[in-house]
């Protein structure tokens, strides 16, 4: 009875200790307002709430999905997570290779799902995703924004303060080999992303003044500031010297820049009443035009 009772026996056993992730929070910036045409970082809060760490040198992907479509995700994070242990990630590229989302106007559903491409064994594979609604204004600080002659013309709503603004240019750089100011025929080629101008508000000499411009409180629609195509260098750190091989005797140099996209940043003003404060919103604008250099 006694071997019968034994044999009969099962050996009891404990669940194996796993990690266990979670989403936490879902996020997105820069801008604090959130309107039509701002490209959106989507960010999110993961957690291990497991028995377990998470493996080292595995990516903990996050991936972020709008109205159930997939738009960016996070492949960055390889570091062990340790029991109750958390990290914010931020989106760096997606399906088109970009980093952000275009907003477009409306109310959406952003999920962000970690571990999406099941990298890592977990204890429970279902909790993996978490919704945050999001809403879109039809129109944000920055209505519109292009350009016109050597300078950026925005369409910008009123607002009863000041507000500080700061546009750029981007799209491919052209270089050629010259001699005596002349181009040789056939030298010109692409030579890279290039742009010019300012993402970031200031109104010291710390930086080039180039995009730059202040919005009085309450202004109408339109504001302008130029933009030096002369700065194209210093948005590429190198020079065409460094990507063009010239004969003895020529000169490389720019000839062009390929614009395909303007944005404009507009800024609350800071208390010293020289730098950029909180980001208010933001627009990109499409461009196909050659601007000589």
Same mark, same amino acid.
């Given at each position: 009875? !006694?071997?019968?009772?034994?044999?009969?026996?099962?050996?009891?056993?404990?669940?194996?200790?796993?990690?266990?992730?979670?989403?936490?929070? !879902?996020?997105?910036?820069?801008?604090?307002?959130?309107?039509?045409?701002?490209?959106?970082?989507?960010?999110?809060?993961?957690?291990?709430?497991?028995?377990?760490?998470?493996?080292?040198?595995?990516?903990?992907?996050?991936?972020?999905? !709008?109205?159930?479509?997939?738009?960016?995700?996070?492949?960055?994070?390889?570091?062990?997570?340790?029991?109750?242990?958390?990290?914010?990630?931020?989106?760096?590229?997606?399906?088109?290779?970009?980093?952000?989302?275009?907003?477009?106007?409306?109310?959406?559903?952003?999920?962000?799902?970690?571990?999406?491409?099941?990298?890592?064994?977990?204890?429970?594979?279902?909790?993996?995703?978490?919704?945050?609604?999001?809403?879109?204004?039809?129109?944000?600080?920055?209505?519109?924004?292009?350009?016109?002659?050597?300078?950026?013309?925005?369409?910008?709503?009123?607002?009863?303060?000041?507000?500080?603004?700061?546009?750029?240019?981007?799209?491919?750089?052209?270089?050629?080999?010259?001699?005596?100011?002349?181009?040789?025929?056939?030298?010109?080629?692409?030579?890279?992303?290039?742009?010019?101008?300012?993402?970031?508000?200031?109104?010291?000499?710390?930086?080039?003044?180039?995009?730059?411009?202040?919005?009085?409180?309450?202004?109408?629609?339109?504001?302008?500031?130029?933009?030096?195509?002369?700065?194209?260098?210093?948005?590429?750190?190198?020079?065409?010297?460094?990507?063009?091989?010239?004969?003895?005797?020529?000169?490389?140099?720019?000839?062009?820049?390929?614009?395909?996209?303007?944005?404009?940043?507009?800024?609350?003003?800071?208390?010293?009443?020289?730098?950029?404060?909180?980001?208010?919103?933001?627009?990109?604008?499409?461009?196909?035009?050659?601007?000589?250099?």
């Amino acid at each position: 009875m !006694v071997a019968a009772t034994l044999l009969g026996a099962g050996t009891a056993h404990a669940a194996p200790a796993r990690p266990d992730l979670v989403v936490t929070a !879902v996020g997105w910036g820069p801008q604090q307002t959130t309107a039509h045409g701002n490209p959106l970082t989507f960010t999110a809060t993961i957690e291990n709430q497991g028995t377990a760490p998470t493996p080292a040198g595995v990516i903990h992907g996050v991936g972020f999905q !709008v109205d159930g479509t997939l738009r960016t995700w996070s492949d960055t994070w390889t570091l062990p997570l340790q029991p109750g242990e958390s990290r914010t990630v931020e989106a760096n590229s997606g399906p088109t290779g970009s980093r952000t989302w275009t907003a477009t106007t409306g109310t959406h559903e952003v999920l962000a799902y970690v571990d999406d491409a099941g990298r890592i064994v977990e204890a429970n594979e279902a909790n993996n995703r978490t919704k945050k609604q999001l809403t879109v204004a039809a129109t944000g600080p920055v209505v519109s924004s292009t350009y016109r002659n050597g300078a950026p013309f925005m369409k910008l709503a009123s607002l009863p303060y000041k507000t500080g603004l700061a546009s750029s240019i981007s799209g491919t750089g052209y270089a050629a080999c010259y001699t005596g100011g002349v181009v040789r025929w056939g030298s010109e080629k692409a030579i890279g992303a290039y742009g010019a101008g300012n993402w970031m508000y200031h109104q010291d000499s710390s930086w080039g003044w180039s995009g730059i411009a202040d919005v009085p409180a309450r202004a109408t629609p339109i504001a302008s500031s130029d933009i030096d195509l002369g700065e194209i260098v210093r948005w590429n750190y190198g020079d065409p010297a460094q990507k063009l091989t010239c004969n003895p005797g020529e000169t490389p140099d720019f000839t062009r820049l390929h614009a395909t996209a303007i944005t404009t940043n507009r800024y609350a003003i800071a208390a010293n009443g020289y730098n950029a404060g909180a980001l208010l919103g933001t627009y990109t604008g499409p461009l196909n035009i050659d601007l000589p250099i």
